[in-house]
């Protein structure tokens, strides 16, 4: 009788392993994780600048309608946005920023400033906030990736 081997040789191990890694290469492109995490930064952003933007019109409302006094007056909103502009952290050091530190005062409107997901900025939120001559109120995510512009005004 003649005895029969049922294993696979070495070549067709590797070559099934090959095939595998081809694939997942093929996948892994085309889900292109680095521009998934910039449209999930983005997401965020976008969150952030409606929560913000929610937070100022709330305390507006408590006010009889008056807009905090920090928030500067600019011609066209988060175009060329400034330094000035800049919201400043909850417990940040707010010397040249806008200091919105009444929203988060007894967590009454914010529980904290939201910060920008990649965090780059020092004292700053990485959200810029204006007002129009009409009171008009614009906040934006100037460093929005994948060329998107993320702004919100009311």
Not at 12 to 23: K, S
Not at 36 to 49: C, G, H, I, P, Y
Not at 62 to 89: F, H, M, R, W, Y
């Amino acid at each position: 009788m003649q005895k029969i081997n049922r294993g696979f040789t070495l070549l067709e191990i590797l070559l099934v392993v090959a095939a595998i890694a081809i694939l997942a290469g093929i996948v892994i492109l085309a889900l292109n994780p680095g521009k998934q995490l910039s449209e999930t930064k983005n997401a965020q952003r976008s969150v952030d600048v409606n929560t913000i933007l929610n937070g100022i019109y709330q305390q507006a409302l408590d006010n009889a309608g008056t807009l905090d006094s920090n928030i500067q007056t600019c011609a066209v909103a988060c175009l060329t946005p400034t330094a000035a502009e800049e919201i400043c952290k909850t417990g940040g050091a707010c010397a040249g920023l806008t200091d919105l530190s009444s929203l988060t005062a007894n967590e009454t409107y914010l529980t904290a400033i939201p910060q920008d997901p990649t965090g780059a900025t020092t004292n700053g939120a990485g959200y810029h906030v204006c007002k129009s001559a009409n009171n008009r109120v614009t906040v934006c995510a100037p460093d929005a990736e994948l060329t998107a512009t993320i702004s919100v005004t009311r």
